[in-house]
């Protein structure tokens, strides 16, 4: 009988289509991630690893892990898990693209429009109780979007439903992505722009690239620098993708006007962290994919593609097709 790790309790839509497969798993009992000892022992004799992206999955644990045959991560992102490592051991890394698309969409544009119309600022503002006069003219003014021109680096799936969003804002859409697509020009009305055009004319900024060496630091003090001094912006991705110090000096000094950032280099956000002393930042604890539909569907998701592998089939999400080469499917 195969089985199955998991770093943390999932919803039991998901266990169950394990126990319908008679497959037998353990979970992390905490709301934590297990420590590397811990989760080095927990793999040594499981066929499968279902895990979150908190957890690094690093070539230790992968060569603990000595039957094992699959990582789903529960998530789109994998920079968390050491795909080289596994690929070179023949283990299959999955990811859950697809279903957080709308949702995480949804929440860059609630960042953008809490920045830019000082949501946060507001709301602490009522709650600490200095709201004295009832309305004054320029009182918490921020910018409107209605009009203006979004910036979507990265025109993946969820730059696409980011762009998609937009249509009712009457924006005018640029991007840059390493890969130009026309057919996306033309259904979404986006314009195909260099990096730096993106940066000097929108108003509105939002990252969707994924991490990788490539992109840590894919926008720092050169591209900072480059926005208007009125520019927001908006990172869902990951953290390391926006070079915080950078980010800190250039809303200090207002060459920015704001930004939103739901990811950091360093999560749960430190205390010591410069940017919590600012007001033109809205910081959210990694919530993009976090409505309560999404998540099941990402579990179940992952738990799908950890059980089409251990029955030998190549999963519906496999993040490193090349390990098929390593090793394909009717081998397992
Ligand atoms: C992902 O899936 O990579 C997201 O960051 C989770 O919200």
Wanted: aromatic share 6%; hydrophobic share 40%.
């Amino acid at each position: 009988m195969a089985k199955v790790y998991l770093t943390r309790r999932i919803p039991d839509k998901a266990l169950t289509l394990l126990q319908k497969e008679n497959i037998e798993f353990e979970f992390n009992p905490k709301d934590e991630p297990p420590s590397e000892a811990s989760l080095k022992r927990e793999i040594t004799n499981v066929d499968g690893l279902i895990c979150l992206l908190t957890e690094k999955i690093t070539p230790g644990i992968i060569e603990a892990g000595k039957k094992l045959r699959v990582i789903a991560n529960i998530a789109v992102g994998f920079d968390n898990i050491d795909v080289r490592k596994a690929t070179e051991k023949g283990i299959y890394v999955t990811n859950t693209p697809g279903v957080l698309t709308e949702t995480t969409a949804d929440l860059a544009w609630s960042l953008l429009m809490a920045t830019a119309r000082r949501i946060s600022e507001a709301e602490r503002y009522v709650r600490a109780g200095k709201w004295k006069i009832q309305w004054n003219l320029m009182f918490m003014t921020g910018q409107d979007i209605y009009g203006k021109t979004l910036g979507i680096l990265g025109l993946g799936r969820i730059g696409q439903a980011v762009a998609r969003r937009s249509k009712g804002f009457n924006m005018r859409i640029l991007y840059y992505d390493e890969n130009r697509t026309p057919e996306l020009e033309s259904e979404l009305e986006a314009e195909y722009a260099d990096m730096e055009t993106v940066l000097r004319e929108s108003d509105f900024i939002t990252v969707h690239v994924p991490l990788t060496e490539k992109t840590r630091n894919f926008i720092g003090e050169k591209q900072l620098n480059l926005m208007k001094k009125t520019a927001i912006l908006v990172n869902t991705s990951r953290g390391p993708v926006v070079d915080e110090d950078a980010l800190y000096e250039a809303l200090k000094e207002g060459k920015i006007a704001g930004a939103g950032l739901d990811v950091f280099k360093i999560e749960p956000i430190q205390m010591s962290n410069p940017l919590l002393t600012l007001d033109n930042i809205v910081l959210l604890p990694h919530i993009g994919s976090a409505s309560a539909e999404t998540r099941t569907k990402m579990a179940v998701i992952a738990v799908e593609n950890a059980i089409a592998t251990l029955k030998g089939k190549v999963p519906p999400n496999l993040a490193n097709p090349e390990v098929l080469k390593v090793r394909p499917p009717t081998l397992r």
